[in-house]
Nanobody
């Protein structure tokens, strides 16, 4: 599975941004795709994930961050609202072969795309 994320940029606090991740290669409906982020000097952390068939979704901040996908376009999205300076990070798209019932840490993901930088100014 190859992943390519884009859509990052500079946004003011309180603003919104939508990230996209195009998946290619061997994808299946049971795959789980998600978003992680890494701020300078911090560990990579979970943001949101969903099963590719849409049957499961999970978000670390369901009020502000919404994950979705367009299966026809093989594209995963992350809608981020009410952004804060603390959301500044490199955002990564990632995938694994199946849904995870345990903790979503970066070590469980099998595939990674290059990150896209999100900068939230105060």
């Amino acid at each position: 599975v190859q992943l390519q994320a884009f859509g990052g940029g500079l946004v003011q606090a309180g603003g919104s941004l939508r990230l996209s991740c195009v998946a290619s290669g061997r994808t299946s409906s049971n795959n789980a795709l998600g978003w992680f982020r890494q701020a300078p000097g911090k560990e990579r952390e979970f943001v949101a994930a969903m099963r590719w068939n849409g049957s499961r979704k999970l978000s670390a901040d369901p009020v502000r961050f919404t994950i979705s996908r367009d299966s026809a376009k093989n594209t995963l999205y992350l809608q981020m609202n009410s952004l804060k300076p603390d959301d500044t990070a490199v955002y990564y798209c990632a995938a694994r072969s199946s849904w995870n019932a345990g903790a979503w840490t970066h070590s469980i993901m099998h595939y990674w795309g290059k990150g896209t930088l999100v900068t939230v100014s105060s």
